[in-house]
Nanobody
Framework: QVQLVESGGGLVQPGGSLRLSCAASGFTFSMYAMRWYRQAPGKERELVATITGAGTVTNYADSVKGRFTISRDNPKNMVYLQMNSLKLEDTAVYYC??????????WGKGTLVTVSS
């Protein structure tokens, strides 16, 4: 059974940091690119960051470039999102997604990040 379970969300002050984790199981993790998305209240879900299966290539939304870092640990079936210099507008539910050509996508259920003073 495929599972993606996000953790690490919480309440943080502006300028603070959080590290999100996504634990994967039930599929060959290293064959899948991984993405972090977020959805703020009343807004559409947006792509935040992508990392290839080998972890050699990453991409970021302009809104988080220079502040967020995506990484993965394939032996542990984990993907991470290090978020620094958090802003009020980073408040959202953050989701991880696994994707591979010719295969179905998988989504986690999300973890809430609230940036507030």
């Amino acid at each position: 059974q495929v599972q993606l379970v996000e953790s690490g969300g919480g309440l943080v002050q502006p300028g603070g940091s959080l590290r999100l984790s996504c634990a994967a199981s039930g599929f060959t993790f290293s064959m899948y690119a991984m993405r972090w998305y977020r959805q703020a209240p009343g807004k559409e879900r947006e792509l935040v960051a992508t990392i290839t299966g080998a972890g050699t290539v990453t991409n970021y939304a302009d809104s988080v470039k220079g502040r967020f870092t995506i990484s993965r640990d394939n032996p542990k079936n984990m993907v991470y999102l290090q978020m620094n210099s958090l802003k009020l507008e980073d408040t959202a539910v953050y989701y991880c997604k696994a994707l591979a050509p010719g295969r179905r996508d998988y989504w986690g259920k999300g973890t809430l990040v609230t940036v507030s003073s």
